[in-house]
């Protein structure tokens, strides 16, 4: 368990419920300190507000969408070269129609823009776009794709031109219609509302064409689609991109606060356009996305495990856990009653609290150093497993440690319930279990396996959080007389080795009528060998410990994208993707949204 507490003293321990409202702020800025991990998108973009413009605010406010554009099968496909031309054929078709459509919006959108160099800027857009059309007429005749400016519109690219065309109209609501448009002002916000609709598919073009771009591999000869990637991962495209970007970031800035949110509004729907967009292109060949595209309820079983702190929480539980305990303890001069478990006072606490943690951290780093081989060996699970006794028996006496200190007593299960119910989770997450856990067209298990001291505290997140309650949580518990923790724990899951002995436990107790494909997901030295074990893991978060011991074990990290366009590359169709364990590879993930994506799909 990692004993992570804030060094920041709570004066006054009333009103809980606000305090610790209060804290949990705190405990956020003290683990992303502590622990390298970045804050959810949300906190980031409020933290960027007065930074950055508008149109970078959005873009990283709806960055899931972009990584769920990027992780459809078209795109993958693209990106590792294997895309059927018939598919690119159909791409391009519908491609044309809606650059036409985007040519005609900057049309309007100059039309309505008062300011000259507003009309000029947006002028220059438009004869990108022109040059963009000509670039798709060079693909025709390349690649003989003759008939495909004549093919008819599929329904996603239509619901997307109407999106457009209606917004660059004055189809808005709030605004008046087409003609009414009586000031220079109202056709000035039509344009920034027209420009709301239209910047986030040139940032996402720019986006996936310089991902594309960095995966190519100069050894492998030529690329089928090296002109399209290079084309949108082009100096002059990513002008292009933040040119549009400023415009709307000129024309906003007169709008009122009611009329910014229309813009949110028309920004993020043009985002999930795109993902329909994408998702919409005809494949006619067998992709490795999305993983449960493979899955048959009759004859496989989806068996996804997660860790809690820090893989599914912003805060380690071990820090919430000692601020209740601290936050509803008596004070030093308080009188307790004889029927009442003995507490220590506030302070005291406090002081064994920072004792713990200061402890804790000190011997966790003395322990890692005293396995760790100095020169980078050849994956071995067995030489990790054995190394990882040491790491495990550290973590036991800790535990002890603090079983014994007593700090853990008198807790009430109400409070702790309270505080599971306001626990921030990772964005995404919850959408993630969600899905699965309600999907009636998949059969899958989801398991959450940690060293977190108390299970109530994480079964209230996550059914407070999602309404989460068929989640099997396997973690060590808490003792009670009369609801009042008697500071002593159930001890079920305290190290790496009683992890993935659960997790071999787990599975052996499935029954053997379907064929179970397990994925891992994990941010610690803790969670290694059930990452290891599984037949897909995926490392999130950016922990350094857990980076120094896999690699100096022999294991290697690859971002989860770029492994999965190595792996379609070499996926040969008619065969399954053959995911499996003990490779030695583990994936890693910046966000939820990777995870959601790459497993489910949109």
């Given amino acids: 368990m990692r004993i992570l507490f804030p060094p920041n003293p709570i004066k006054t321990p009333a009103l809980f419920n606000s305090i610790l409202r209060l804290r949990f702020n705190s405990l956020r800025s003290h683990c992303f300190n502590s622990m390298a991990i970045p804050p959810p998108k949300s906190a980031m973009a409020s933290a960027v507000d007065n930074e950055v413009g508008l149109a970078r605010r959005f873009w990283i406010k709806f960055h899931r969408e972009s990584v769920f554009a990027m992780y459809t099968p078209f795109s993958l496909s693209l990106a590792s070269g294997n895309l059927k031309i018939e598919t690119f054929r159909h791409y391009i078709a519908q491609d044309v129609h809606f650059l036409k459509a985007f040519a005609h919006a900057y049309e309007l959108a100059e039309e309505c823009a008062d300011d000259d160099d507003a009309k000029v800027a947006i002028s220059l857009l438009r004869n990108a776009v022109r040059e963009e059309l000509k670039m798709h007429d060079s693909f025709v005749k390349e690649w003989d794709l003759h008939g495909a400016k004549k093919a008819a519109i599929n329904s996603a690219a239509a619901k997307y ?196 943690s200061r402890q804790y951290t000190e011997e966790y780093e003395q322990c890692i150093e005293s396995f760790v081989p100095t020169e980078k060996v050849v994956f071995d699970y067995k030489n990790l497993h054995k190394a990882l006794e040491k790491l495990s028996d550290f973590e036991k006496k800790a535990n002890n440690r603090v079983t014994k200190s007593g700090v853990l007593k008198g807790l009430n299960i109400e409070d702790i319930k309270r505080a599971g119910e306001r626990l921030i989770l990772q964005d995404g997450c919850i959408n993630f279990f969600q899905k699965i856990v309600k999907s009636e067209n998949l059969n899958a298990n989801v398991h959450v396996l940690s060293y977190c001291w108390c299970g109530d505290l994480i079964r209230s997140a996550f059914s407070s959080a999602g309404d989460l309650h068929e989640l099997n949580v396997h973690a060590n518990e808490f003792t009670f007389e009369e609801s009042i923790s008697t500071g002593d724990i159930v001890k079920k899951v305290e190290s790496p080795i009683d992890k993935v002995q659960s997790f071999k436990d787990i599975l052996k107790n499935c029954r053997d009528d379907r064929m179970s494909l397990t994925v891992y997901i994990g941010d610690s030295v803790g969670d290694i060998l059930c990452l290891l074990e599984a037949d897909i893991g995926i490392v999130i978060g950016s922990s350094s410990s857990l980076r120094r011991v896999g690699t100096q074990f022999g294991v290697s990290f690859v971002p989860l994208f770029p492994g999965l366009v190595k792996k379609e590359k070499e996926f040969i169709e008619g065969r399954s993707s053959n995911w499996k364990g003990l490779t030695g590879i583990l994936y890693t993930a910046s966000s939820w949204a990777e995870i959601h994506a790459f497993i489910l799909g949109y």
């Avoid at 002008?239 to 970031?249: I, K, N, P, R, V």
């Fill in 161 to 356: 031109i109407d999106f457009l065309l209606a917004t660059a109209s004055g189809k808005v609501e709030g605004v008046k219609g087409p003609g009414k448009l009586a000031t220079p002002f109202e056709k000035t916000k039509v344009a920034a509302y027209t420009l709301g609709a239209m910047t986030p598919c040139m940032r996402l073009y720019a986006f996936l064409g310089k991902e594309f771009k960095a995966l190519l591999d100069p050894n492998e000869g030529s690329h089928p689609y090296k002109k399209w990637i290079d084309n949108y991962s082009s100096e002059s495209f990513q002008a292009s991109a933040a040119q549009t970007e400023e415009l709307l970031d000129k024309l906003s800035v007169s709008l009122t606060g009611e009329e910014l949110d229309i813009i949110e509004k028309l920004y993020h729907q043009a985002m999930k356009l795109e993902i329909e967009f994408f998702s919409a292109q005809s494949l006619v060949q067998p992709t490795i996305v999305p993983l449960i595209k493979e899955h048959n309820p009759a004859k496989d079983r989806l068996m996804i495990f997660s860790d809690f702190d820090l893989t599914c929480t912003v805060v380690d539980s071990s820090a919430i856990l000692a601020e209740i305990a601290i936050v509803t303890a008596p004070k030093s001069d308080q009188h307790q009653s004889e029927n009442q478990i003995a507490r220590m006072s506030s302070a005291d606490l406090r002081n064994t609290w920072g004792l713990l």
